[in-house]
């Protein structure tokens, strides 16, 4: 059974910095893409980043593009988002989720994505 665990979430000030993470098991976590999306109230879910299954290529939303990187260590089973310059529109619900199938690319849409976690709340203030 997938299982998708985020965690690293917090309330913080504009301009300070984050890193969420995200434990996979279930899954052969090393020949699967991931993605990072975000939710905030009242919107629709939307693209954060993306990382190909070995972390060669990665994709990111122009709204966090240049402040946010993304990253996985697949011998731990774990992506990463560390976020910086953090501004108040970043708010959301973190969501981290599995590509439908192994070796596919990165894509915004998220009926692309298998598996999804639980989501980890971000809060940030001016």
């Keep these: 059974?997938?299982?998708l665990v985020e965690s690293g979430g917090?309330?913080?000030q504009a301009?300070?910095?984050?890193?969420?993470s995200c434990a996979a098991s279930g899954?052969?976590?090393?020949t699967y893409t991931m993605g990072w999306?975000?939710?905030a109230p009242g919107k629709e879910r939307e693209f954060a980043a993306g990382i190909t299954w070995s972390g060669a290529s990665t994709t990111y939303a122009d709204s966090v593009k240049g402040r946010f990187t993304i990253s996985r260590d697949n011998a731990k089973n774990t992506m990463y988002l560390q976020m910086s310059s953090l501004k108040p529109?970043?708010?959301a619900v973190y969501y981290c989720a599995r590509r439908r199938l192994p070796y596919t690319s990165v894509?915004?849409?998220p009926n692309d994505y298998a598996h999804w976690g639980q989501g980890t709340q971000v809060t940030v203030s001016s």
């Design 107 to 109: 894509t915004y849409n």
């Design 15 to 20: 301009g300070d910095s984050l890193r969420l």
């Design 1 to 3: 059974q997938v299982q």
């Design 27 to 30: 899954l052969t976590f090393s």
């Design 37 to 39: 999306f975000r939710q």
């Design 89 to 91: 529109e970043d708010t």
């Design 10 to 12: 917090g309330s913080v």
